[in-house]
């Protein structure tokens, strides 16, 4: 069962254009919700995340837009450059294990190759 | 070293060999995990350690997978009787504590091909 879906598999976009990536979950025990860069021969970075009683949280270029009640989250880039052309993931946390904790495991999507063209 | 380091970076194996690799977390972070990434699979989580412990294991594909952490730091991840299926990218990532907002930070992975 994929407990993250991401949208769409690759995206390629203008230099100065908005790149838009959606996610759906489908556990509501999920409490953070990070996307995470990724360069060929790199680990994943992480670039921004949202708890879910935030509906957007912007950081620079990189806005995340939440909807709790649709259990869906996306990730916009303004002014997209060419360095950003990158794998990008969209993930949740807060599965609980043993003892009522949540120990942070990652339930990643897909994953969104992106390209800007200059 | 800053960040986290994971050893080797390609390990290349004929079927049915064991292969051990290595990832050292950045130090004095308490949480580690492990992760797989292929391309039919997406990223997957294998392992968790809380320090030298494994709570979740729930990610290992089979028995022929197993970790260990020693002295809270360094860990290895053994994968016994090697099968082509088994050829990915594997992830080691540490964070200060556990928990949904601690985060994590990944090492640049090993790439493991089973011929």
């Known amino acids: 069962q994929q407990q993250v879906k991401q949208s769409p598999q690759s995206l390629i976009v203008q230099k100065g254009g908005i790149s838009i990536i959606n996610c759906a979950y489908e556990?509501?025990?999920?409490?953070?919700f990070p996307w995470y860069q990724q360069f060929p021969g790199k680990g994943p970075a992480l670039l921004i995340a949202?708890?879910?009683d935030v509906s957007e949280k912007k950081e620079g270029r990189f806005t995340i837009s939440f909807n709790k009640s649709a259990k869906q989250f996306s990730l916009h880039i303004m002014d997209s450059q060419p360095g950003d052309s990158a794998t990008y993931f969209c993930?949740?946390?807060?599965?609980w294990g043993a003892g009522g904790t949540s120990y942070g495991k990652l339930t990643f999507g897909q994953g969104t190759i992106l390209t800007v063209h200059p | 070293g800053a960040g986290v380091s994971q050893s080797p970076s390609n390990k290349v194996t004929e079927k049915g060999k064991d292969v051990e690799l290595r990832c050292d977390p950045i130090?004095?972070?308490?949480?580690l995990y492990w992760y797989r990434q292929s391309l039919g699979q997406g990223l997957e989580f294998l392992i968790y350690?809380?320090?030298?412990?494994?709570?979740?294991k729930s990610g290992l594909p089979s028995d022929r997978f197993s970790a260990e952490r020693t002295g809270g730091s360094v860990s290895t991840l053994t994968i016994q009787r090697t099968q082509q299926e088994d050829s990915a990218v594997y992830l080691c990532?540490?964070?200060?504590?556990?928990?949904?907002?601690?985060?994590?930070?990944f090492g640049p992975g090993t790439r493991l091909t089973v011929l």
């Open positions: 949202i708890r879910p």
């Open positions: 350690f809380q320090g030298n412990s494994a709570p979740d």
């Open positions: 993930a949740a946390k807060g599965e």
């Open positions: 990532a540490s964070s200060q504590r556990p928990g949904s907002y601690n985060e994590q930070f």
């Open positions: 556990n509501t025990a999920f409490d953070y």
């Open positions: 130090s004095g972070h308490t949480a």
